[in-house]
């Protein structure tokens, strides 16, 4: 009898036990659910939805190609997906299984209907527990257990599919209305191919110089990262793929980031509020009203005054990515220079990265804040002028920031320090040793 496969973040078709197990119980449909509903705070943001627009597309062609058909539908996907499946006459929903706080409460309210299968991660991160059968809190030991569970199972073809005789109306994607008229990003995101077959592209042409990531990774200027992580937050390539692929090109050094992927859903499981709000508040005084205002907006603009945290937000406003290292700047900058609310960061990005990603955004901008479970202590305060030396941004800097472009290499990292910035390159918002100052008094001083 037919089948039912409740799409997600799992836009492929490789690869994908839900499907392969589905596929092999009767003829199979994919359904895809626009749900604003679920996630409360954390529906979709603009620049995840331009991706969609595109990865469904995608999905859509390859399960057509398979004989099969991709239904859309909007609403609660607890009150559609079952509906779709009555339409249907489905005898069993196949879903894989996702770690955001709503999307398991989505799959309980389903109950036993619903079948969950693994494929968003290396290994299930429920499954690694500490000797005390705990979660582990710590990156390190998780690390090490996640490693006595590699290799992870190879990677499984797509399934050949047949189609049930009546299908379910879908909604057309048009409808959905996912593709923002402002802000139009199609320029700056015109290098991102979503879908699976972009995924496989940008991955073989990772392949190709994943020997020079354990070197090149932390300079912003070069292209030495993989750039596959808005493809792995969408599902069009596993981590199990890319493992695979990779070999032991990438090295450890690549291995352990990709692991960081993991670590991120296990902190999502052990702490369902990873990303709220009012998460142990380090009861630090941060800034509000109209002046931290008018720095939050300077920061989203790319308009500080320090060339490689504006570099990083223009490359995020322009392209939906910004190279790690200038995440990890530009969100210090935002916590500790400015004394700004972490959450107020995170859901900027949140709104703008292609790859936002609920557990890597909430658990990166925590360990930055200081108040995750692995994090950088608060008084720990990267300086943004010798980070942009120590890891050559120059280039980096002359791409995003065309005011500087001019300056040479020893001048572009502090122009207001050297005496030599532009008249139309603002003034930074704050001295660092003031900031430096401020911050860590604001730290002797919290309340809890
Ligand atoms: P590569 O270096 O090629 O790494 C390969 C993959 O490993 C990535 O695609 C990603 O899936 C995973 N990975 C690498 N580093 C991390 C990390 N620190 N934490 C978790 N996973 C990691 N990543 C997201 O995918 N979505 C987010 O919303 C997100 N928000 C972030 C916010 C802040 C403040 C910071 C500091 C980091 C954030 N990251 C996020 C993590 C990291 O910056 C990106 O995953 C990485 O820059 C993506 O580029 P890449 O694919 O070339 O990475």
């Known amino acids: 009898s037919p089948q039912l496969v409740w799409f997600r973040q799992d836009l492929r078709t490789a690869d994908h036990p839900a499907l392969i197990a589905a596929a092999e119980k009767g003829p199979t449909v994919g359904l895809y659910v626009l749900d604003d509903e679920t996630p409360g705070k954390w529906k979709l943001g603009g620049a995840s939805r331009w991706w969609l627009h595109h990865s ?10 398979l004989g099969s058909t991709l239904i859309l539908r909007r609403g609660r996907s607890s009150r559609v997906v079952p509906a779709v499946a009555k339409e249907l006459g489905a005898s069993g929903i196949h879903a894989t299984r996702h770690y955001e706080p709503w999307w398991r409460e989505a799959e309980c309210e389903h109950g036993d209907f619903a079948i969950l299968h693994h494929g968003d991660v290396l290994h299930e991160p429920g499954a690694i527990r500490s000797g005390a059968g705990h979660p582990f809190k710590i990156y390190g030991p998780y690390y090490r257990a996640l490693e006595s ?14 189609r049930p005789s009546k299908l379910p109306n879908s909604d057309k994607l048009e409808e959905f209305d996912l593709l923002p008229t402002k802000p139009d990003w199609a320029q700056g995101f015109a290098d991102w191919t979503p879908g699976s077959k972009g995924a496989a592209r940008q991955l073989r042409r990772f392949v190709d110089h994943a020997s020079d990531y354990g070197a090149h990774r932390d300079h912003p200027a070069e292209d030495a990262t993989s750039r596959l992580s808005p493809h792995l937050h969408h599902g069009e390539l596993s981590p199990r793929q890319l493992w695979h692929a990779l070999g032991r090109k990438g090295g450890e050094k690549f291995r352990r980031e990709l692991a960081w992927r993991d670590f991120s859903r296990n902190v999502a499981l052990a702490d369902r ?8 508040p380090l009861g630090l005084r941060t800034r509000h009203g109209k002046a931290a205002d008018a720095d939050f907006k300077a920061w989203t603009r790319g308009r500080t005054g320090y060339p490689l ?12 990515w910004m190279h790690n290292r200038a995440r990890l700047v530009t969100a210090s900058f935002l916590v500790k220079h400015l004394l700004i609310d972490w959450w107020r960061g995170a859901e900027w990005f949140w709104d703008t990265l292609v790859d936002a990603d609920y557990a890597n955004n909430s658990q990166n901008w925590q360990w930055i804040a200081g108040t995750g479970f692995d994090s950088q202590p608060f008084y720990r305060i990267i300086a943004p002028l010798t980070q942009s030396e120590k890891f050559d941004a120059a280039d980096y800097i002359r791409r995003w920031v065309p005011e500087l472009a001019r300056l040479s290499d020893a001048d572009i990292h502090d122009p207001w320090g050297r005496g030599v910035a532009p008249a139309d390159y603002p003034e930074p918002l704050i001295d660092h040793r003031e900031a430096r100052e401020r911050a860590l008094e604001a730290f002797r001083k919290r309340t809890s």
């Open 56 to 65: 469904l597309a995608a999905l859509s062609e390859e399960l057509e190609k």
């Open 149 to 162: 569970h590699m290799p992870p199972p190879e990677p499984v073809p797509a399934p050949k599919l047949t």
């Open 273 to 280: 509020q990873v990303g709220d709000t009012a998460q142990r």
């Open 309 to 320: 945290v504006d570099a990083g937000m223009r490359q995020l406003w322009f392209e939906g």
